[in-house]
Structure formats: C-alpha cells, structure tokens
C-alpha cells in the first residue's frame, strides 16, 4: 500500500513569515494529493489538493507543488497569521479512493 | 449545503462490549469514508462504502464492521471492544464516483473504552 511521510513534525514560525511542509509518498501510482487541516476538537478540513497532471496549485495564501519524478509534494503558507496554527496533515490517493495520510505538523504562529 | 454529521460526538465504553456510530454524509453524495485517528497511529482508513457495498478495506481486525444505507448514510461497529479502541473516529464524504476526490469530514466520534 502507499505510505506517506510528512516533516517536520512540529513547525513554530512568526507572524508574517512563511511555513512550508514537505511530504513525500511511495507509490507512484498515486494520483491525488490532499492537504488538511485540523483544529482542536475538530476533524479535518480540506484546504487545497492537487492532482498528478498538475505541478502547482495556488489559493490566495496557500500553495501546493507536486514533484512526481521524487514522488514529493509540499505546502506552502505564506504571510502566516495566528489562525494558521493547527495540526496540517498531508494525504496520497491512488485510484481506490483510500486516502493514506502522514503524520501530521504542529504548526504554531506567534505573534 | 450541511456537512458531514456524525453521533454520537462522544462515547464511554468498558472493554467487551460493542459500540455503534453513525454517520450522514453530504447531501448528494455517494461515498462514506471511515478513519481511526490516535496519537501514536495517526490517521487510519477503516473501509469505504458506496452504494450500499463496502468498496475498500483497510488493516482492521473483523471487530471492525460498517454498512451503508439506501439514503448514503453510514454505520459502524467495533464489537467486543478493547482498550486500544479508544479513538478519534471519522467519517468522510465524498461524491465517489470518477477517481478519488474532494472527501469532506465530520467533527468524529470520541470513544473512551475503560
């Protein structure tokens, strides 16, 4: 099955300043990459994905690029602010529709 | 539209009994997506169901069982629960149909098996 891996686990940034989460995946049949977010008490809530026909995917302040030939993709956050902080959780999908996540970044942003 | 409800939201077991979650998913949409989530094994796919019928399994143990009704709303079992059953449980919607896609989660049930 895919296995996907997600670094760092743990992410403090100030306010303003950028955060990146790096994952990558096993299975190069993977073709769907979600990332979510997860607040306390809450369950996970989609924020942006991209599929494998595509390199970069941009939603206002949330980017998302995809490298298959490494079989890595990565968030990008930029201008954090404060409701930023939560846990972000990285996804593969291959054609089953089973989603296999990674472990999940504690991103933190001070003000 | 109203998104994926799930109850109950919170659940105290002792070991050896059975517990039952439900799960409504979006309204349209066709496929329920089970997780477990805990702190040492992160997020973990349970099964899917789709039309009624159970489309993906994950590495569960047979305790583990769900189903699906006509109306797209979903259940599942955990019999002769153990300690290690304490979870964050997930369900997820999606419309299932041309290749994987958008799933949409519930807020989850927390079981606390004593």
């Known amino acids: 099955g895919e296995n996907v891996e997600q670094h760092p686990s743990t992410l403090s940034v100030q306010e303003g300043d950028s955060a990146v989460i790096k994952c990558t995946y096993s299975d190069s049949a993977s073709n769907y990459f979600p990332w979510y977010k997860q607040e306390l008490g809450k369950g996970p809530q989609l924020i942006i994905d991209i599929r494998s026909n595509v390199g970069e995917k941009k939603d206002q302040r949330i980017a998302v690029t995809l490298n298959k030939t490494a079989k890595h993709f990565s968030l990008h956050i930029t201008e954090t602010q404060p409701e930023d902080s939560a846990v972000y959780f990285c996804a593969a999908s291959l054609r089953d529709y089973k989603l296999s996540f990674g472990a999940g970044t504690t991103v933190t942003v001070r003000a | 539209k109203a998104g994926v409800t799930q109850t109950p939201r919170y659940l105290i077991k002792t070991r050896g009994q059975q517990v039952t979650l439900s799960c409504s998913p979006i309204s349209g949409h066709r496929s329920v997506s089970w997780y477990q989530q805990t702190p040492g094994q992160g997020l973990q796919f349970l099964f899917e169901?789709?039309?009624?019928?159970?489309?993906n399994k994950g590495n569960f143990p047979g305790r583990f069982s769900g189903r699906q009704f006509s109306n797209s709303r979903s259940e599942m079992n955990v019999s002769t629960l153990e300690l290690g059953d304490s979870a964050l449980y997930l369900c997820?919607?999606?419309?299932?149909?041309?290749?994987?896609?958008?799933?949409?989660f519930g807020p989850g049930t927390r079981l606390t098996v004593l």
């Open positions: 997820a919607s999606s419309l299932g149909a041309g290749g994987p896609q958008e799933q949409f």
């Open positions: 169901y789709f039309s009624e019928t159970q489309r």
